[in-house]
């Protein structure tokens, strides 16, 4: 079992930056993908970018340019760093690590993002 912990949320205001972090615990194998998600009130849970065991990254069109994700795979961690956030950045985002058919999700972290 994996078990992930996301740390890092809060309210910022708009053009402001954060750091969300994930640790992950457990039966870790690699390799395997860490993510970030997030959900806006009243919306779907969306794919906000993914890296590689072995750093290749990915995002969605909506942040590219602005954030940026990384791993410490000796720490099982990987982080989500936010620049120049705007109010529609505002959800709860959930850490994630995909091995084969293997799915984890954290419990979330609350990221308002004020006008």
């Known amino acids: 079992q994996v078990q992930l912990e996301e740390s890092g949320g809060g309210l910022v205001q708009a053009g402001g930056s954060l750091r969300l972090s994930c640790a992950a615990s457990g039966s870790i194998f690699s390799p395997n993908v860490m993510g970030w998600y997030r959900q806006a009130p009243g919306k779907q849970r969306e794919w906000v970018a993914s890296i590689t065991s072995s750093g290749t990254t990915n ?48 419990q979330g972290a609350q990221v308002t993002v004020s006008s």
């Open 59 to 106: 995002y969605v069109d909506s942040v590219k340019g602005r954030f940026t994700i990384s791993r410490d795979n000796a720490k099982n961690a990987v982080y989500l760093q936010m620049n120049s956030l705007k109010p529609e950045d505002t959800a709860v985002y959930y850490c994630n690590l995909r091995r084969l058919a293997y799915v984890y999700w954290g």
